[in-house]
Structures are given as structure tokens and as C-alpha cells.
């Protein structure tokens, strides 16, 4: 491999990367500013939970949302993927259709290079983009505790809960990899349907804990997998990881596989 | 240098190509001409290893394009149509891209001889957004030319130039034949006739001619033409109506200030069309053959295989 496909993606989306994560970046201090007031109001601000139904407290995914990793949970945590998650669908649906679009893939497919190499090329590039923003998120973070010490939680744990939410994340990018490379030319579609999955998914998963009958569903979605305050109590959940591994793998040799046989262009 | 044979692709039900084949040798400009829609990119998408046909075999530099992909992709330069580029790149980045990914050694040399090449030294800095089309159609000539492939591939190369431009490119691919074996298409008939050394005519996914424009002209048994232009009491009507008497003439019609003679079998009538103007007290000002151009065979083909398939 040259590479020359990689650092091209990653120098493509360096704008991209910088912008989703000096965004999340200044959401994340802007949440964690608040906290010593919130703290300060734990009591009033509990009673007043009291009043809500249990099913919403659930959706929230921790029945503490005032301690500080009920509060990062609950106000930053369980947004990161959904939100990383509608870029990782962007990059999926322009390394394939993008470039049909475009008509660069033209050239691109008459180099002498397999096909599996230019995927495999643009989806370690996404794998590094979704790492770049997570970590410049990770660093605001750092400094939002340094600024604000009530947000007591070690930066392990911090970097932990960060670094995981990247699996997630590039289930989605996988599922917007295999739509891209499958549907010909159906930018629209690719994108329809990877923002139903990542939606739709979201939704199983934040109304399971509310509710029995989706809660069986539960399973089904990346964001099962993904605790984060399990894993700012009591560290990385290795079977979770696992599961988010396997499925990003297979979907990311599904996307290979169609890419391979399908007629680009048409 | 490129061999296809029983070339077939299928869209679902559509059959874009009907098993074509044909040949281009070393050192040779073959145009590859149909009206749009024919099959001419399809063609040439399977050729450059784009996508794959439904049945047949190709083979580029002795290489077959399914079997042996790699290899035979190696020895291609393609341009395709729309001469995609990457707009916020440089020229020069573009082209150091290209040739990493082709594994061009010694590239930022052989950049600058490319851009040399096709005279875009002066722009190698400028981001692709900001040049001209002409320009642009350079860059993807350059980007074809990065690893020097023995085979070409252009897909309609100067569509969206100006003249001047059209000339410039026209005369750049005469000049590649020297070093390289040459296929492009274009649905200009005249370019073809001037460049190309062989042309294959394509039609609804069907070859229906092939070979030297000379030897396509005889081949179809186009007959040949006769400009006759006189002056007198005669005007051209009646003059036309004098001349298609003439045993061997199959029509005369009026043509600029004369009439034009369209002659059965290539007979020689020159002699019987003189006298029929004298005769008529006519003065013989000119009489010359008139050539039948690719655009009249091209008509020829398509318009009879059109027919036959309606039949």
C-alpha cells in the first residue's frame, strides 16, 4: 500500500476534523462550567427529579444525574456518538459515492491498485478523523476538570469513556461504508437510510430503558455497548468492546465485498 | 497492443454492447466514434478495468483485463470524459498523487516532464479550481501520461474546448503515436478522420464498421462524387436535371454554385460530363472530385443498421 489514498482523506477532512472537534470541544467545557452550580443545587435539583416519571429518569441511562458522572452521562457522554455518528455517515457515503459522484472514482478504479485498497485506504482515514476529534474532545475535558475541580473523575477513566465511544461510532461509519459501496450512486438513499439506522437505533436504545417491549430490542444497538458510565465507574467493558469490534469488522468486509463485485458508475 | 473479442455487457435487461470486437495495434490512433449512447464509454470503462463486462475477453498490452488486471491497468493511461480532478489540489499535487499511486519512481521529475509535456509548468502551483477547461483537459492528459503506458485511453477528449484548444489537443495526441498506442472516441467525425488511423463505428452496442476511413469508403461502396460547376443561360435545377441523364451517374443534386454528381460504382464519368456541358453551350468553369467523409459513411452505418433493427 502507498498510503497516498489515506493521508489524501485525512488531509481532506483535517478541516472537518478540526471543526466537529473545537465544537464538541467548547460544548463539553461550556457542560462542565456549569457543574459547580449544578452541584451546588444537587438537593433542589433532585427533589425536583423526584416529580418525573421513573421512565424518563431511565432514558438517561444512570438514576444519578448529579454526581459528576451521572451529570457527564447525562449532559455529554450519551450524545458523542449520535453526534460523531452523523459524521461518520458523511465520510462513509463520500468515499464511495462521493467520488462516483464526483467522477473521480473514474481514475481512482483504472490505477493499479485493488479496489479493496482504496476502501480499506478511506476507512482507516475515517478511523483516524473520528480519533483526531475525539481527542481534541478528550483534551477539553482535561481542561475542563483542571478549570473546574468538582468534575471529579479521574483522567483514565475520562479517556476511557472518550476512546470507547469511538466504537460506536465506526459501527455507523461501517453501516454508511456498506450502503456506500452498495447502492450505486444513491448518495440520497445511502444517507437516508444510515441517518434511519443511526437514528432509529439512538431511539431503541434510549427508549429501551424506559420500556420492556423495545428493551428486547435493545441488543440490536451499538449504543447497548457503549456505557460510558460504566466505564467511568469501573473501567472498559471488554465483552461490549468486543461485540462493537466484530460487528465494525464485519461490516467493514461486507462493505469490501460489495465494493468488489458491484459495477461503479452505474 | 489492444485485443477485444465477443465484448458483451449487461445492465439488468439492457444490453449495452452486443459482443463486440476489434483490435488496435502498436504505435496506432484508433478512433472509437458513436453517437451518444452507443457504448463507446462502457467500452472503455471495461478496458481501463473500471467494471467488469458480462462476457468476452479483452486484452491490453497482452494482458486480459479481468485475469490479469492488475498488469494490463499498469499499462494504460486513461482519460475519462469529464477529466475528474480533485479542485483544491495543485496541479503538481495532483500529478506527484497520480504517480505515487501508479508507483512512479523518481515522481517529482517525472511530474515536471509531464507538465513540460502538455505546457502547464507555469501552473503547477495553481489549485485546479482556478484554471481553465483547457487547462484542466491538459491535467488529466498529464495525469494519463504519469507512468508513460504504452496504451491511451481518452474518452472524448476535447469536448468543452474552444477551437483553438481543440487544435492544440488534436495535434498533442498526433504526436503521441510515436510512443504510444492510441484509442479515443469522440462523436466528431471530422477529428476522427484527421487523427486516427484506424476508426470503429459503434452503434446501439454494435460495431458496424471498422478500418481505415479510406478503406471504409470503398468498403461500402459509396461510389464517388463529382463538383460540376458551369456558366451559361442554364441555372443549376437544369444543369443537375442534364447531368443525372449521364449513364453511371446515379443522382445530381445543386451544391454551392454548381451541382454535385454522385457517381454508381466509381466509374469514371468525367469525360460524358464534360461533353454535357459543352453541349449545352455551357462553359465548363470546374470539375473536381469531392470527397465522401466519415460523417456520410458514419450516417450510411448507423442509418442502415437503425433500419434493419426496426425491420
Not at chain 2, 119 to 134: P, T, V
Not at chain 2, 273 to 289: F, M, Q, T
Amino acid at each position: 500500500m502507498t498510503w497516498a489514498i489515506f493521508r489524501k482523506s485525512v488531509r481532506d477532512s483535517w478541516k472537518g476534523m478540526f471543526g466537529w472537534g473545537i465544537g464538541l470541544g467548547l460544548y463539553a467545557l461550556l457542560v462542565i462550567g456549569l457543574y459547580p452550580s449544578v452541584a451546588a443545587q444537587k438537593a433542589d435539583y433532585e427533589k425536583l427529579m423526584e416529580s418525573y416519571p421513573d421512565s424518563m429518569m431511565d432514558m438517561f441511562g444512570t438514576d444519578d444525574l448529579f454526581s459528576p458522572i451521572g451529570y457527564l452521562q447525562s449532559q455529554l457522554m450519551l450524545y458523542i456518538p449520535l453526534l460523531l455518528g452523523i459524521y461518520a455517515i458523511l465520510q462513509g457515503l463520500n468515499a464511495v459515492t462521493g467520488e462516483e459522484r464526483k467522477q473521480t472514482m473514474d481514475t481512482l478504479a483504472a490505477l493499479p491498485i485493488p479496489r479493496w485498497q482504496i476502501l480499506t485506504e478511506k476507512f482507516l482515514a475515517t478511523l483516524v478523523i473520528m480519533i483526531g476529534i475525539l481527542t481534541q474532545f478528550f483534551l477539553s475535558l482535561v481542561l475542563g476538570r483542571a478549570l473546574w475541580p468538582e468534575l471529579d473523575i479521574s483522567v483514565d477513566k475520562l479517556a476511557m469513556a472518550t476512546y470507547a465511544s469511538l466504537l460506536p461510532i465506526m459501527v455507523v461509519a461501517g453501516v454508511a461504508y456498506l450502503l456506500s459501496a452498495t447502492l450505486p450512486m444513491h448518495r440520497r438513499w445511502g444517507g437516508i437510510i444510515s441517518a434511519l439506522f443511526l437514528i432509529g437505533t439512538y431511539l431503541i436504545y434510549a427508549l429501551g430503558n424506559a420500556s420492556q417491549t423495545i428493551e428486547k430490542f435493545q441488543p440490536f444497538t451499538p449504543f447497548e455497548y457503549y456505557d460510558a458510565v460504566k466505564i467511568l465507574k469501573s473501567g472498559l467493558q471488554i465483552a461490549d468492546l468486543l461485540v462493537l469490534i466484530i460487528a465494525t469488522l464485519v461490516l467493514w468486509v461486507a462493505s469490501l465485498y460489495t465494493f468488489e463485485q458491484r459495477d461503479l458508475g452505474t | 497492443m489492444i485485443e477485444v473479442q465477443n465484448l458483451v455487457k449487461k445492465y439488468g435487461e439492457f444490453t449495452a454492447l452486443h459482443g463486440i470486437s476489434f483490435k488496435a495495434k502498436e504505435g496506432e490512433i484508433l478512433g472509437f466514434l458513436g453517437p451518444n449512447g452507443a457504448g463507446k464509454t462502457t467500452t472503455m470503462r471495461i478496458l481501463t478495468g473500471f467494471m467488469p463486462p458480462t462476457s468476452g475477453v479483452a486484452k491490453v498490452a497482452g494482458h486480459d483485463i479481468f485475469d490479469e488486471s492488475l498488469a494490463a491497468r499498469e499499462k494504460i493511461g486513461y482519460l475519462p470524459e469529464t477529466v475528474p480532478l480533485y479542485p483544491d489540489m495543485t496541479v503538481q499535487g495532483y500529478l506527484e498523487f497520480m504517480a505515487e499511486l501508479r508507483h512512479v519512481p523518481e515522481r517529482k521529475k517525472r511530474t515536471q516532464e509531464v507538465l513540460q509535456l502538455v505546457g502547464m509548468e507555469h501552473r503547477a502551483k495553481s489549485l485546479i479550481r482556478s484554471i481553465s477547461k483547457g487547462m484542466r483537459q491538459r491535467v488529466g492528459l498529464a495525469q494519463s501520461l504519469i507512468h508513460n503506458p504504452p496504451v491511451l485511453i481518452l474518452d472524448e477528449p476535447t469536448i468543452g474546448l474552444d477551437p483553438a484548444q481543440v487544435a492544440d489537443l488534436r495535434g498533442f495526441i498526433r504526436d503521441l503515436r510515436t510512443q504510444h498506442t492510441v484509442m479515443f472516441s469522440t462523436h466528431i467525425l471530422s477529428e476522427a478522420e484527421q487523427i486516427c488511423d484506424r476508426v470503429v463505428i459503434i452503434n446501439r452496442g454494435q460495431i458496424v464498421a471498422q478500418g481505415a476511413p479510406r478503406e471504409l469508403r470503398s468498403k461500402l461502396n459509396l461510389g464517388s462524387r463529382i463538383y460540376v460547376e458551369a456558366r451559361g443561360r442554364a441555372d443549376q435545377k437544369s444543369l443537375a436535371n442534364t447531368l443525372s441523364k449521364i449513364q453511371g451517374v446515379k443522382f445530381a443534386e445543386p451544391y454551392q454554385n454548381g451541382v454535385v454528381v454522385n457517381v454508381k460504382d466509381n466509374k469514371d464519368v468525367r469525360p460524358a460530363l464534360a461533353a454535357a456541358v459543352l453541349e449545352n453551350g455551357l462553359e465548363l468553369l470546374e470539375l473536381r472530385p469531392v470527397a465522401i467523409t466519415l460523417e456520410e459513411i458514419f450516417l450510411e452505418v448507423t442509418t442502415a443498421l437503425g433500419a434493419e433493427e426496426d425491420a
